[in-house]
């Protein structure tokens, strides 16, 4: 089952403060972060694993509630450089989940000078 | 060092044709998967390889295959191409197999292919 994104949309000016969240309707072992812009290939941005290692970027932040199955992306200080379609992708739970993510339906952030 | 590369980078088939696509992953990665992007959508799973076996199947018809080869590339093979096929095909690459633990996963630049 696919992770819910919210919002789907996010206008900012740059500056400003944005949270990106993900929820799943399962049990989460780990959540992955990736941006993607227009016509590139999604980076990625950081993982968060139960047990509340968290393994990424400096400039972002994130939390993961395994209880609450879900997590939050904090872009803080907002640049024109994060500009782009943000998404979190979750491993199946069952199994031993052999390199398969299912994305969310992505998050567009939009920052402005 | 060289990210995940792919081939080609554009490309515009035919109803009914052949596509192959083609991946190396990061040196040093044994596992490559494909997925596959639509516009607007996020990147849905086909398959995963490691050690040059299938791994995981994602919920694609059989017209889709795929192969590892010994140092550890890869290729996608579309057979009887549909104008849904049309979408960009991602390879990506880890270091090894599962994912539970935090192994992550890299995409490369993806192909555009455009079925008309």
């Known amino acids: 089952q696919q992770p819910v994104q919210s919002p789907q949309a996010v206008i900012l000016r740059e500056g400003e403060d944005a949270v990106i969240n993900c929820s799943s309707s399962k049990a989460l072992y780990s959540v992955h972060w990736y941006r993607q812009k227009h016509g590139e290939a999604p980076i990625f941005l950081m993982i968060l694993l139960k047990g509340g290692e968290q393994k990424g970027h400096d400039k972002i932040s994130a939390s993961f509630n395994e209880k609450k199955q879900q997590s939050s992306l904090y872009l803080t200080a907002s640049q024109l450089s994060y500009s782009g379609t943000y998404f979190c992708?979750?491993?199946?739970?069952?199994?031993?989940?052999?390199?398969?993510?299912?994305f969310g339906q992505g998050t567009i952030l939009t920052v402005h000078p | 060092d060289a990210g995940v590369t792919q081939s080609p980078t554009h490309l515009i088939k035919t109803r009914g044709q052949h596509v192959t696509l083609r991946c190396s992953p990061i040196s040093g990665h044994k596992s490559v998967s494909w997925y596959q992007q639509v516009l607007g959508q996020g990147p849905q799973f086909i398959f995963q390889?490691?050690?040059?076996?299938?791994?995981g199947r994602g919920n694609f018809p059989d017209r889709f295959s795929a192969r590892q080869f010994p140092n550890y590339s890869s290729e996608l093979n579309v057979n009887a191409l549909l104008l849904g096929d049309s979408a960009l095909y991602l390879c990506?690459?880890?270091?090894?197999?599962?994912?539970?633990?935090?192994?992550?996963?890299?995409f490369g630049e993806g192909s555009w292919l455009t079925v008309v």
């Open positions: 992708g979750t491993p199946d739970a069952g199994g031993t989940s052999y390199g398969k993510l299912t």
């Open positions: 990506a690459s880890s270091r090894g197999q599962g994912i539970l633990s935090g192994n992550t996963i890299y």
């Open positions: 390889y490691y050690e040059k076996e299938e791994r």
